[in-house]
């Protein structure tokens, strides 16, 4: 078949749907490393766990990720006595198993009551969202928290280790069968010859959204601030009272929010397994390693790049897209290799 | 060591402090007492512990013995709980925020009192500007620009966006130029009067000994000496050690001497 105008913007509007939701990773690997140093491999697993909880809120089923999000506040909460106990330090404790474990079960034991009444869709949508986005200070406490000041390589291993947990758990919770939720939309736009379906519209939409909220975030506010001041310099971070506990939980709630919003994003365009997400955040960490796991914009401009780049290998070779698409981070890791003593100097 | 008899109130009171790195201890049963309200320097060669002693303090090491603060034990909390009760470090590698702009560095040294509601930050900072008026003309500027004068002065003026009780200063006169050394000795001065405690570690040990009430010697993770600074300044080890030579010239080898 050969390449004609529509089957490009066809391609170029897949590519695009595509590259804003690994934008939308890339932005949370990035933001997790450069807070906390910690490679966020599981970002998949969120992204899964996204589309897998509105597709059982979309049955009536309560999802699983009702239980792991209880069993995790519990685990927290122990682990906040443990530590109140070792340190003897009573009087912050009860504000933390409020934050831990209070407010986890309260969202859990909500979704557990609303999934069997036939909710409206955008509501569905604030559950899932909810509920997804809740595990994740839960799994920075329970993962990694303990492990805050350790090398890059004992948390990319730590990292590894929760991909899988949450991998196994996806299967027992959701089943190996994948799902696919309904459109946000079937409106489409005709535009001469061109066709721009809503829903790729409205994806795009959302991400930008989603990015445009984030700046502001950590351009106008002080806790913004503070996480990126925790990511240029730990040490002056902490010296002006921004504890790294503080600043790891608020960057895995966000990164838990990103990936579950791409989940819902991605749920009407793919069937999602529990296993799909590694293969999903792997092209959001390309997009992101493209940008250094330093530059914001670089990295979402990089994860469209990947986008476009599988869309139009996929027509032209599409048994080789995903070799294409990773075989790109070869030449720009090169090209990184070349350039990083600039930036050691730097330093 | 049975120097200071004025019965004034201790805000910071350090005893039988260890700190190991590793194997390896770098401060060996350190004891220190800051009044409220006074200036007390800790001079000592390199590698000393004078630093270390100041990270401590902080509660950036982990450590063995006590510190009492404001009249309770802190060993036990966190940098981030010492930083809201007001002891504040200005670190010798300063630890700005070099890509964000000098408002943005003060606004995040009152991180802490925004937490807990503080609603005066906003005077602190037009108080700091006044203070600093070049911090002022430099607002929105990127602190990784600053020259090092000026990195001194917004490492300080974050620290004070702190509302300290007790600030610890290390090394604030290093690497800069004399003029601007005299202004920070000059602002030293000033807030004192303005009741904030100091604890000011100095190579500059004659000008630190000048603005100070009393002094320490710290040797090889020991104090050596201890006393009032007008004391210490007659003290003849002190004097030959420390103060003999012109501290920016001393002859090469000479045992102890602060920097060559």
Redesign the interface.
Known sequence: MAMDLSIATLLTQDGITNGAIYALLALALVLVFAVTRVIFVPAGEFVTYGTLTLAALQLGKPPGTVGLLSGLALVAGILELCSALR???WRRLPKRLAFYVGAPLLIAGAVQLMAPLSLAFPVQIALTVGIVTALGPLLYRVAYQPLAEASVLVLLIVSVAVHFAMLGLGLWFFGAEGSRTPAFTNASLRLGDMTISGQSALVVFFSLVLIGVLYLFFDRT?YG??L??TA??R?????????PT?AGSTTFTLAALLGAVSGVLIGPITTIYYDSGFLISLKGFVGAIIGGLASYPAAAAGSLLVGLLESFSSFWASAFKEVIVFTLIIPVLLWRSLTAHHHEEEE | MGYETTPMNALLEVQDLHVAYGNVEALHGVSLRVNEGSIVTVIGPNGAGKTTLLAAIMGLLPVRGEISYAGASVARSSVEQRVATGLCLVPERRELFAAMSVADNLLLGAFQRYRAGDKSIARTRDEIYQRFPRLGERRTQLAGTLSGGERQMLALGRALMGKPRLLMLDEPSLGLAPLIVKEIFSIIATLKASGVSILLIEQNARAALKVSDSGYVLETGEVAIAGASAELGENPRVAATYLGQSVVAGPKGSPGLVRQ
């Open positions: 340190q003897r330090e002080l601030k503070a990126r001041a240029l310099n040490v002056g971070a902490r010296l002006v009272g921004v504890s503080l």
